[in-house]
């Protein structure tokens, strides 16, 4: 049984060294139905498939390293004790990221309200962000920065849509939301990011990340 004390940086560690080929002998679904049966490698296996993909959204989410790791070990305690109330209605990572968009909203509640950037001040900024070192960032770093400026809902959006490959009707099922709201987030999303990151604007308007296949 994986200890939930154990810090991030050493279950990192474990991570890397495990061999690739063991994640992708065997389903998601497949080690949900081991992790029933209190199947320890199976829980294993998922706990170093899902590390790196949690710790990346909550990360976005809450914009700091303070709560990753007790997030982290929240959602994947969840996992395993809950393990039998999974329903095969849906894929087990959208049932995974649930809890998690659930764990960082719970932490996100205990920190002080703040206050998002508008769109007139991001307007306002806009030129003296151009002659800032800002210009010279990486792709990441600007990111980053946009990030920032938006609310957590926002932020899980373009996570779960851009780096994490999940439709509309998957990421109104991890936030138990409509689908149009859903939609109607990204749209706010992508207005604020067109006046600090045009080109980066262009292309998320352009790909058709979202959609149902």
Known sequence: MVSFG???ESRKQDMLAMPKSTSKEITDEELIVKICLTDHDA?????KRYFQRIFRFAYRIMQSLDDIEEIINDVMFVVWKKAASFKNESLVSTWIFGIAYKKCLKALSK??????ISLDDIAEDIQDMQVSALKNMEIDDWLSVVFSKLPADQRAVLE??????LN????AEIMECPENTVKTRMFHARKKIKLLFPDLAFELNTDNYGESK
């Open 111 to 116: 920190r002080p309200k703040v206050e998002h």
């Open 43 to 47: 829980f294993e296996v998922l706990y």
């Open 160 to 165: 779960l849509t851009y780096h994490q490959g």
């Open 6 to 8: 154990k810090k991030i």
């Open 168 to 171: 509309y009707s998957e990421i």
